[in-house]
Each structure stands twice: as structure tokens, then as C-alpha cells.
């Protein structure tokens, strides 16, 4: 059996925000990263700091941890966004109410430098630079020659200035250490 080199993967780099905020939500989150990572057409690259959030758009709700990846992909953004909606469905993911509580979100956000406007996928996410919980981990990910650096990381500082906006560091991890990341 002949181990993929995360070098030999080649492809594009894309950026996923996830959240959960319903049963074991560190758990969910580890299980997510570690499932896209043991594909053989998606490498993560670069996890973020886990980050506690104040529910945004329908409040009633528990609170969040959200976190981001940068990965590295063969897949095109729609089979990609397919293979994300598949594991938030495996992941016991149930669309019930909207923007109510779920055992686990992965939305992509960046890939590579695509822009589309389509029913199924919009790129960049549309309300990325809007929300705080997500800027903040993804300023975590982000490449330092990434054309969104910048501006993602003077939000992301911004927002967590402003201290309003209920984002709380929850813990740093190194999830990658320990399954089949060879690290250097
Ligand atoms: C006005 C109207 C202001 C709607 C904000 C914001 C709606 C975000 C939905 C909004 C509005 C969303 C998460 C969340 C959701 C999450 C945290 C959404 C979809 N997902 N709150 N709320 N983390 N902290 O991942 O993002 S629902
Ligand atoms: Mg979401
Ligand atoms: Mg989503």
C-alpha cells in the first residue's frame, strides 16, 4: 500500500470555516478535520485556534465553537462543497430550523482565486468579512501571500478590539500531529 505524500497532492487551496454548537462540539470539530484530511483528494494544511462564539442571526441558541482550515484540494469548489455538505450530513447534521442549532457547519470560503456567483455556490463566501467568527480563525490560516491577508486580519483584529463581539480564544490544538501528517 503506497502512502499520498501530502507534497505529491498537488491542487488548489481553499479555505473552510466550521462551527458547532450542539452535543461534544470539540469532538464534532476534531471528527470533521480529521475526515476530510483522511481523503485522498483533500490535505489539511493549517487549523486554527478554537474559538468560542456568542450565537449571531438567531440567538437563542448555545454558543458556538468555530474554527477554520486551510486545506489543499483536486477537488473543483462544487464537488468540494458537495463533499462538505456529505459529511455535515454524516456528522449527524439535521436542517431544521434556519440558522439554529447544528452539530457541525463546514462553509467554504475561499478557493483558491475563484469568484462565482451560482444557485449552488457563491465565492468568496458572501458574508464572510461580516461575521467575526469567522475572520478570527481564519486570520489564524490565511497565507501570508493570500490577496485577503490584509483586510481579513485588520477585521478579524478589529473585531476582537471592539470586545462586542463575543469571540473568546477556547483552546489551540495540534490535531494534525497524530494522524498521518508527516509534519516536515
Ligand atoms: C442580522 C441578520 C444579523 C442575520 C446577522 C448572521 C444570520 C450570521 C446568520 C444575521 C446572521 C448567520 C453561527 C452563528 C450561525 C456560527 C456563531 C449565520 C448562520 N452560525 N453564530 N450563527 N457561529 N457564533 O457558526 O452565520 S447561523
Ligand atoms: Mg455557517
Ligand atoms: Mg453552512
Given at each position: 500500500m503506497e502512502q499520498l505524500l501530502?507534497?505529491?497532492?498537488g491542487g488548489f487551496t481553499a479555505y473552510i470555516a466550521l462551527g458547532s454548537n450542539m452535543g461534544d462540539r470539540e469532538e464534532l470539530l476534531r471528527q470533521a478535520v480529521e475526515r476530510l484530511n483522511e481523503r485522498g483528494d483533500i490535505e489539511v494544511l493549517r487549523i486554527s485556534s478554537l474559538y468560542e462564539t456568542d450565537p449571531v442571526g438567531?440567538?437563542?441558541q448555545p454558543a458556538f465553537l468555530n474554527m477554520a482550515i486551510a486545506v489543499q484540494t483536486t477537488l473543483d469548489p462544487i464537488a468540494l462543497l458537495r463533499v462538505q455538505l456529505e459529511e455535515e450530513r454524516l456528522l449527524g447534521r439535521v436542517r431544521d430550523i434556519r440558522w439554529g442549532p447544528r452539530t457541525i457547519d463546514l462553509d467554504?470560503?475561499?478557493?483558491?482565486?475563484v469568484t462565482m456567483d451560482g444557485a449552488e455556490l457563491t465565492l468568496p463566501h458572501p458574508r464572510m468579512m461580516e461575521r467575526a467568527f469567522v475572520l478570527v480563525p481564519l486570520s489564524d490560516v490565511?497565507?501570508?501571500?493570500?490577496?485577503?491577508r490584509n483586510s481579513v486580519s485588520t477585521a478579524a483584529a478589529a473585531a476582537l478590539q471592539e470586545g462586542?463581539?463575543?469571540?473568546?480564544?477556547?483552546k489551540t490544538i495540534n490535531w494534525l500531529s497524530g494522524y498521518g501528517h508527516s509534519g516536515s
Open positions: 501530502p507534497s505529491n497532492l438567531f440567538t437563542d467554504l470560503l475561499l478557493y483558491d482565486n490565511i497565507a501570508g501571500d493570500h490577496p485577503l462586542k463581539e463575543g469571540i473568546a480564544l477556547w
